[in-house]
């Protein structure tokens, strides 16, 4: 059973940073696209950030230079760093991976397996 688990969310004022980790069981990150996932209130699920088995990245424009998305497969970990965060990038953000019973595309993908969530607030 896959099973993803976000932390790292938190408050900070515009201009800070924070960094979201994903911890995978039940998943290999090294076979797998893999990538995260941002949500507000009546909005639907929006891509954030991808990487490919490769290391190959892909961002969304609204953060392109100031998030960075890494893993490590050892650890079956992913990352988003976050810098120079603005209140716009307040948000629920959701680790996903490619495969599953996916209803959610992006990039020509399809995501299946969620975590949980881990909420972002920045403030002005």
């Known amino acids: 059973q896959v099973q993803l688990v976000e932390s790292g969310g938190g408050s900070v004022q515009a201009g800070g940073s924070l960094r979201l980790s994903c911890v995978a069981s039940?998943?290999?990150?090294?076979?797998?696209?893999m990538a995260w996932f941002r949500q507000t209130p009546g909005n639907q699920r929006a891509g954030v950030a991808g990487?490919?088995?490769?290391?190959?990245?892909t961002y969304a424009t609204s953060v392109k230079g100031r998030f960075t998305i890494s893993k490590d497969n050892a650890k079956n970990t992913l990352y988003l760093q976050m810098t120079s965060l603005k209140p716009e990038d307040t948000a629920m953000y959701y680790c996903?991976?490619?495969?599953?019973?996916?209803?959610?595309?992006?990039?020509?993908?399809?995501?299946?397996?969620w975590g949980q969530g881990t909420q972002v607030t920045v403030s002005s």
């Open positions: 996903a991976a490619e495969g599953g019973i996916g209803r959610i595309w992006w990039e020509g993908r399809k995501f299946g397996y």
């Open positions: 039940g998943y290999a990150y090294g076979n797998n696209y």
């Open positions: 990487i490919d088995p490769d290391g190959r990245t």
